[in-house]
C-alpha cells in the first residue's frame, strides 16, 4: 500500500509528492492533464517560494524579481526584497521542473480524476488506489473539496483574474501592480523577450476593456501577443476545515483569498510541505494549525488591501499612501517574503 496519494498533478501537488518522496514517502499523482499545464496567473513567485524551490531541488529559469513597484498615474512607491531575489518564471516552465523532479524521485503518475472517495480509520481509496493518506491539490474550485462537505457558500461581487503575454523585453525587474478605479494590472516579466500581464477586478469584462483602464501601461507593451487570454475566478473560495479524516487540503484547494500579494505558488509550496511533514509524523489534525501560522501574514495584508481596495476613492489612496510612507510600504513587501 502506498503512503500518500496526491490529486492534482499543478505545482502544490507535485510540491507534496516531491516532500513525499524526500521524507522516505511513496507518493502517487493522480492528474487528468497532460504535462506542462497552463493556467491563468501572475507568475511571480516570492523571494520564500524560491527558496522551497532549491530546497526541494527544483532547477528553474525564468527571471530575477528584486521587488515589488506600485504605480498610479505618476504616483509609484516600490521597495526591494531583503532576503533574496523572487523570480518571474512561465507557469508551463515551472509546471515541467516540477514534474521533471518529481519523476526523478520515483513518484508515479496515474492519468485519471479523482472521483468518490472512501475512507476507514487507517486506509483512503480514491482512483481505483488505496493509500494511507490523500492529499486534495486539485485547485481553485476543488471538486474534492466540494464532495468532502468542506466548502462554504461564496460571497457575491467576486473577483476574476485574466491573464496574456506580450512578446517584449521586459521594462524591469520588479514586480509592477498597476492600481485603477476598478482593479489592478499586474506586470511580470518571465523571459528575456517576454513579459506576463495579468488583470484582477470585481467587473466582468473583456481583457482589453480592463487594460484600457491603464493608458500607461498599454503604451509599454508595444509587441506582439504571445499568448492567448487565460481567466480564473471568482478567486475567493472558503473553507469549512483543512482536513476530513485522512484527507488534507494543500494550495489553493485549501481555501484561497486573492491574488493581489501574489504569494500563490509560496504558498502552495508551504502548505504541501507542511501537510507532509504533518503526515510524515502521523499527526494529522496539527495540519490545521500549521496552514493557519504559514497563512497568517498573507490573509491578515491580503485581506486589509482587499477592504482598502473595495471602493474605488479608497482604492485611489492605497499608491500615494505606499509613497508617502516608504518604511511602510517596505515592511509589507518584507511581510511577504
Partial sequence: MIDVLVAGGGPAGLAAAIHAALAGLEAVVVEPRTTPVDKACGEGVMPGGVAALRALGVEVGGRELRGIRYLDGTTRAEASFRDGNGLGIRRTTLHSALH????????RMLPGKVGEVRQNADTVTAAGTTARWLIAADGLHSPLRRSLGLELPGRPHGRYGLRR?????????????????????????????????????????????????????????HGPTATEVRGAGPLRQ??????????????DAAGYLDALTGEGIALALATAGAAVRCLAADR??????????????????????????????????????????????????????
Fill in 100 to 107: 521533471r523532479r518529481a519523476l526523478d524521485l520515483g513518484v
Fill in 284 to 337: 494529522p489534525d496539527d495540519y490545521e494549525r500549521a496552514w493557519a501560522r504559514l497563512t497568517r501574514r498573507h490573509r491578515l495584508l491580503t485581506g486589509a488591501l482587499l477592504t482598502a481596495s473595495h471602493r474605488p476613492g479608497t482604492a485611489r489612496l492605497i499608491v500615494p499612501a505606499a509613497s508617502r510612507m516608504p518604511p511602510l510600504f517596505s515592511a509589507a513587501v518584507h511581510a511577504l517574503q
Fill in 165 to 221: 503575454h506580450y512578446r517584449v523585453k521586459p521594462w524591469t525587474d520588479f514586480v509592477e501592480v498597476h492600481w485603477s478605479r476598478h482593479g489592478e494590472a499586474y506586470v511580470t516579466p518571465v523571459d528575456d523577450d517576454l513579459v506576463g500581464v495579468a488583470v484582477l477586478s470585481r467587473n466582468r469584462r473583456g481583457y482589453d476593456e480592463h487594460l484600457a483602464d491603464f493608458p500607461a501601461l498599454t503604451a509599454s507593451l
Fill in 238 to 251: 472558503r473553507v469549512r476545515r483543512k482536513t476530513a479524516g485522512r484527507v488534507l487540503l494543500v494550495g
